[in-house]
C-alpha cells in the first residue's frame, strides 16, 4: 500500500487570510490563486501492517517534532476518512523554500493529502481530495489544480462546502509570475499565527473582510477576459490590504525587510516607464511579481540588479496533482 505524488505551490492572488475554524481550517474569506511550475513537494507514503508508528523523513532526515506533529495529526484524519488504523512511512522532498513566505505548506499538504489516499486505494473525486488536503493546510487545497483556482470559503459548520475548483488551465494564459527571493531564514511570526493575531485584534480586519468578495469579483472578470492590467490593479491592492490589517494587530506584525519596500518602489517605476509588472506579497518578506511573457526578460534583469534581491526564480502557470508509479 504505497504511493508517491508530486504538488506544485501555489501564489494567491486574492489573498486567504483568517480563519473561522482553526481545526477545520475554515477560511473567513475565499480566496484565488495561480498553481506555479517550480516550486513543487515530492512525496511517498506507504502503510503497512508490520509499522509499529509512523514515521516521517523530510528532505531525507528524520524531521523534527512540530513537523511530524502536524503532519501525523493531518495523518490520523486521513485514516478516520479511510477507516484504517495501519501506521505510515512518508518520504517527503520540498522543493520550495521553507516558511520564507513561499506556500510550502500549500505544496506539502497537497502531495500528503494526494500520496495517502492513493496508498489506501480511496477512488476520491478532485473536490473530495481538495476538501481534504484543506485540512492539513488551507492553501493545500488550492494545489490539488493547475492553473487559476479558486477557494470557496463555504458556509457549512462542518466545512463540507469548502473546497478549491479549477477556474482556467494553466495552458489557457500564460503570464510570468517572477519569484524574488530576499530572505530564506524561517518567519518570526508563522502564517497561522500571524492570521490569528490579526482576526483577534487588529481593527482594521472587518474592512478587510468587506472588500475581498469585490476584488474576487474582479479579478475573476480580469481572468475571464485575459485583462492583464485590470488582474494586476485588484492583486496589487489586495495584498497591500492583507498586511495592511497585520501592522494593525497588536503586538503589530511586519513581515517585510528593505528589499521588500526596495522591490515595491522598482515595480512602480516600471510601470511609469511602460512596463506592465505588478507585485503581490504573501505572509513573508520575499516579492512575487506578475508580468506578460514578452516583458519577462526586462523585469527579470532588472529585478537582478537590486542590492538585497538574491535570487530571481522564473515561473508560469503549473500543473495539478500527478502520481508517479
Excluded at 64 to 73: G, I, R
Amino acid at each position: 500500500m504505497k504511493a508517491t505524488a508530486v504538488a506544485n505551490t501555489n501564489i494567491a492572488l486574492i489573498k486567504y487570510w483568517g480563519k473561522r475554524d482553526e481545526t477545520l481550517f475554515l477560511p473567513m474569506n475565499s480566496s484565488l490563486s495561480i498553481t506555479l511550475d517550480r516550486f513543487f513537494t515530492l512525496t511517498t507514503v506507504e502503510f503497512n501492517e508490520s509499522f509499529n508508528k509512523d514515521i516521517f523523513f523530510l528532505n531525507n532526515i528524520p524531521a523534527s517534532e512540530k513537523e511530524e506533529n502536524k503532519v501525523f495529526n493531518f495523518l490520523n484524519k486521513v485514516r478516520q476518512f479511510a477507516g484504517t488504523s495501519l501506521y505510515a512511512r512518508i518520504y517527503s522532498e520540498n522543493r520550495v523554500p521553507t516558511a520564507a513566505g513561499f506556500a510550502s505548506s500549500a505544496s506539502g499538504f497537497a502531495a500528503l493529502a494526494a500520496a495517502s489516499t492513493r496508498a489506501l486505494d480511496l477512488q476520491l473525486s478532485e473536490k473530495e481530495l481538495s476538501t481534504i488536503a484543506r485540512q492539513g493546510s488551507g492553501s493545500a487545497c488550492r494545489s490539488i489544480y493547475g492553473g487559476f483556482v479558486e477557494w470557496q470559503m463555504g458556509m457549512q459548520i462542518d466545512g463540507s462546502d469548502s473546497f478549491a475548483k479549477q477556474i482556467l488551465s494553466e495552458e489557457a494564459w500564460d503570464i510570468s509570475v517572477l519569484s524574488v527571493l530576499l530572505a530564506t531564514e524561517q518567519k518570526k511570526v508563522s502564517s497561522t499565527e500571524g492570521m490569528k493575531r490579526t482576526v483577534e485584534t487588529s481593527p482594521f480586519y472587518p474592512g478587510w473582510l468587506s472588500t475581498v468578495e469585490k476584488d474576487l469579483i474582479e479579478v475573476k472578470e480580469a481572468i475571464r477576459y485575459r485583462d492583464f492590467e485590470r488582474l494586476g490593479i485588484v492583486v496589487e491592492s489586495n495584498s497591500m490590504k492583507m498586511h495592511a490589517t497585520m501592522l494593525g494587530a497588536n503586538p503589530p506584525i511586519l513581515y517585510w525587510q528593505s528589499g521588500t519596500i526596495d522591490v515595491i518602489h522598482h515595480i512602480h517605476k516600471l510601470r511609469l516607464s511602460g512596463t506592465y509588472a505588478y507585485f503581490t506579497i504573501d505572509a513573508g518578506p520575499n516579492v512575487k511579481v506578475l508580468c506578460l511573457p514578452k516583458d519577462e526578460k526586462k523585469v527579470y534583469e532588472s529585478l537582478l540588479s537590486l542590492a538585497d534581491v538574491q535570487e530571481v526564480i522564473i515561473c508560469h502557470p503549473g500543473s495539478g496533482i500527478k502520481y508517479l508509479e
